[in-house]
């Protein structure tokens, strides 16, 4: 699919967006989320670099990030989403800028205007077809320039099935995710040795590697919080091993 469909759906999604509690499907606590990721991983990265937020969407992990890095750059290809992330409380050292990773020639800018830097993907790469996967491996590749690294959590090949038990448990899409596939925004999940080939591609190896979830706003008949399951990468240039 084009980059043009990728930045319309998620127009579409975030324009329909309020500041209701509960909208955004994977809209975690940073404390459960980003803050976690990076207290299990983040002594991979060099904390002098920039860190870039690849998919910032309304900013909710950008903001979190800033207040434990001096720059973070919230990035991504809807205007509607980065407007929301623009609106809210400002920290010192975060912006926010539009970025669409099919886009070759977007990435090199960034770079050139930031210098090396780490990025840090959440659940981004499982809706895009594998022609876009492959240009954004690439995109992300070009951020990290020589000394940066990449931290990549991704649905893990069990989160098919525990999708399947959440259509079951709510006799169809349950609330937030429909939203999701309203707007045409398709997840899939990655399956078993997809994201250490997608990153080969753009001459990145895995460095460091564990499991994790999603900590989603759904609530589940039970009463616990649905947690999807997720593999966590670091990338860094496969020179570096």
């Known amino acids: 699919m084009s980059a043009a469909h990728y930045a319309k759906i998620w127009d579409d999604y975030w324009s329909d967006t309020t500041d209701e509690l509960g909208q955004v499907f994977w809209d975690s606590r940073p404390e459960v989320g ?10 991979h990265l060099d904390p002098r670099l920039p860190l870039i937020d690849v998919g910032c969407g309304h900013g909710t992990q950008a903001r979190a990030l800033a207040e434990r890095f001096a720059r973070v750059v919230g990035v991504d290809v809807s205007e509607a989403g980065l407007a929301i992330a623009r609106a809210g409380e400002p920290r010192p050292g975060l912006e926010f800028a539009r970025l669409d990773l099919l886009d070759a020639a977007a990435p090199t800018v960034l770079h050139a205007r930031l210098g090396d830097a780490n990025v840090y993907v959440r659940a981004v790469l499982h809706q895009l077809d594998e022609a876009a996967r492959v240009a954004a491996a690439a995109g992300l590749a070009r951020l990290l320039g020589a000394r940066g690294r990449a931290l990549v959590v991704e649905l893990s090949p069990a989160a098919e099935a525990y999708f399947e038990y959440l259509f079951a448990e709510f006799a169809g899409p349950p609330p937030g995710l429909r939203r999701v596939l309203r707007h045409g925004i398709q997840p899939a999940a990655l399956q078993r040795g997809d ?8 001459g990145l190896a895995p460095i460091a590697q564990g499991k994790g979830a999603i900590h989603t706003t759904l609530t589940l008949p039970g009463g616990q919080v649905a947690l999807v399951p997720t593999d966590i990468f670091v990338f860094g240039r496969a020179s570096e091993g």
Not at 34 to 43: E, P, Q, T
Not at 195 to 202: D, K
């Open 34 to 43: 980003a803050l976690d990721d990076f207290h299990r991983f983040g002594a």
């Open 195 to 202: 994201l250490t080939r997608l990153f080969a591609l753009a």
